[in-house]
């Protein structure tokens, strides 16, 4: 079956910071039900989940408040930036596992890229 590329936008889902995460938004946003649906048609997924996802999105989906932070340099490595982006990533990961849906739990999460592009 086709692979379609949710791309799961940090700044739609953290706009206000690290500790206030909206995984539902106004119901557009509901990543779980997205995946879900594409369980229930038989595709895989091929998840983007960031925290660069397309130069079309405001920086790319990275949330304002990212840039904000003391000391960071956002898409190089630096420890503030590699700390914020580990804590998403982490946080992405988590929520798809506790709706298991990874392949090896029987969902249709097949493959998760970090990233859409390198600048």
């Not at 995984?23 to 997924?45: E, N, T």
């Not at 932070?69 to 590699?82: A, E, F, I, K, S």
């Not at 580990?86 to 969902?107: D, H, I």
């Given at each position: ?10 700044n739609?889902?953290q ?14 946003g ?41 000391g960071v ?47």
């Amino acid at each position: 079956p086709p692979l379609p590329p949710p791309l799961v936008f940090w700044n739609y889902h953290q706009p206000e910071g690290p500790n206030a995460t909206d995984w539902v938004g106004d119901g557009s946003g509901d990543l779980v039900a997205l995946v879900q649906a594409c369980a229930a048609r038989g595709l895989f997924v091929n998840l983007r989940l960031g925290p660069y996802v397309c130069a079309e999105w405001d920086y790319g989906g990275i949330p304002v408040w990212v840039a904000q932070q003391p000391g960071v340099v956002m898409r190089r490595y630096n420890d503030v930036w590699m700390d914020l982006m580990a804590a998403w990533v982490t946080e992405v990961v988590e929520k798809m596992r506790a709706a298991s849906l990874w392949a090896p739990q029987g969902g249709p999460i097949i493959l998760a890229q970090v990233s859409g592009w390198r600048q």
